[in-house]
């Protein structure tokens, strides 16, 4: 009897805990929303993190304020929004805030959104924030010349609608700048139409090095050659030049269209020696400096350790470039193929 009753506690405190583990949320405070209605919810100003579906949409639901009118704004510290929620009766030791301290609510005017059967795929967050980062990437630069990089928190129910478009139409609440900003999204997905509010942290697109004209293979790079320009996030930047410093004085091994960032392995030290020219040898030994002359077998840039082939005796060796067809070399130098011994046995 006495086992049977600390099994049944046992069971009691476990369904106990389920409990909570059930009920307990994390609310990721926004920095920015655009509430839909006319009442600003929990769900408008947090991001809801909990393990039961059900009561994420309950505590979505609840209701804290009216929402601004058009065109104003209200700031909502985290700090209020929690006696917002003690007042309604919500123990907040089941849940954990984080995120942005402050909430920027912006009025908004209602949309009349149909009803709508629109059955929508799973949501691919990847290529929703593609489709978007490209609508807005155009909307910004229709209405300024500045190139510009957008970031976006896209909940699951706009991923989906997103991913699912046919047509994206953007439109923004002021002109383009650096900062969080509001966007008005329309998705067209069939006969259907939704517009869905979608918050950005928009920055100005970072610099990078461009050639003014085209810059043909195997011409040296000059400073008169570049300029730095904005690239936008549809460009591939990776392993580009960010610094005139990076590029001037080096050669290209291809050529370089102009407009575009210039990748670092585009570019190599200028090549002083070519295969087949003849080339200065000078060589160092104890104090003692001797010049003589060799023919290159390769292509080299300053630094580079290239063959060369004697002209006296055809021996072939490993010399370093040092400048403009001259090499220099150890008197110890390595011979670049093995040597043949030959010997005369009467």
């Known amino acids: 009897m006495q086992r049977f009753s600390i099994i049944l506690i046992v069971l009691i405190l476990s369904a106990g805990a389920g409990d909570f583990v059930a009920r307990a949320a994390e609310m990721r405070v926004r920095p920015e929303c655009c509430p839909q209605g006319p009442i600003v919810t929990l769900g408008d100003l ?3 993190h909990c393990d039961s579906a059900s009561e994420a949409e309950r505590l979505a639901k609840i209701a804290l304020f009216p929402a601004p009118a058009v065109g104003l704004r209200r700031y909502v510290s985290a700090r209020e929004i929690q006696d917002m929620l003690l007042i309604r009766g919500i123990d907040l030791i089941d849940h954990q805030f984080r995120g942005a301290t402050t909430v920027l609510v912006v009025g908004h005017e209602p949309q ?10 799973s949501a691919s967050p990847r290529l929703a924030e593609q489709k978007l980062q490209k609508a807005v990437s155009e909307y910004l630069t229709r209405s300024g010349d500045e190139s510009w990089r957008v970031r976006f928190d896209l909940s699951e129910d706009a991923a989906r609608w997103i991913s699912a478009a046919e047509s994206l139409t953007v439109a923004g609440d ?3 700048s650096a900062g969080r ?11 259907t139409s939704k517009t869905i509010d979608v918050v950005a942290e928009v920055s100005a697109a970072p610099m990078f090095v461009v050639p003014v004209r085209a810059i043909a293979r195997e011409t040296r790079i000059e400073r008169a050659d570049l300029e730095l320009r904005r690239v936008d996030d549809s460009v591939e930047t990776s392993g580009t030049a960010e610094r005139f410093e990076e590029l001037v004085g080096k050669e290209a091994s291809r050529t370089l269209p102009a407009g575009k960032p210039i990748a670092l392995t585009a570019v190599r030290q200028p090549v002083l020696v070519r295969r087949g020219d003849v080339v200065t040898v000078i060589v160092r030994s104890a104090g003692i400096r001797v010049r003589t002359q060799a023919r290159a077998r390769d292509d080299g840039a300053k630094g580079e350790l290239v063959a060369v082939e004697s002209l006296s005796d055809r021996r072939t060796y490993f010399a370093q470039v040092s400048g403009i067809r001259e090499v220099e ?7 670049a193929e093995p040597s043949t011994t030959h010997s005369n046995r009467g």
């Not at 070399?329 to 011979?335: D, E, N, Q």
């Open 46 to 48: 947090v991001d809801l």
């Open 112 to 121: 009349s959104t149909p009803t709508t059967n629109v059955r929508l795929v």
């Open 174 to 176: 002021r002109e383009p």
């Open 181 to 191: 900003q509001c966007f008005e999204v329309t998705v067209q997905v069939g006969d």
């Open 329 to 335: 070399v150890l008197a110890t130098a390595v011979s």
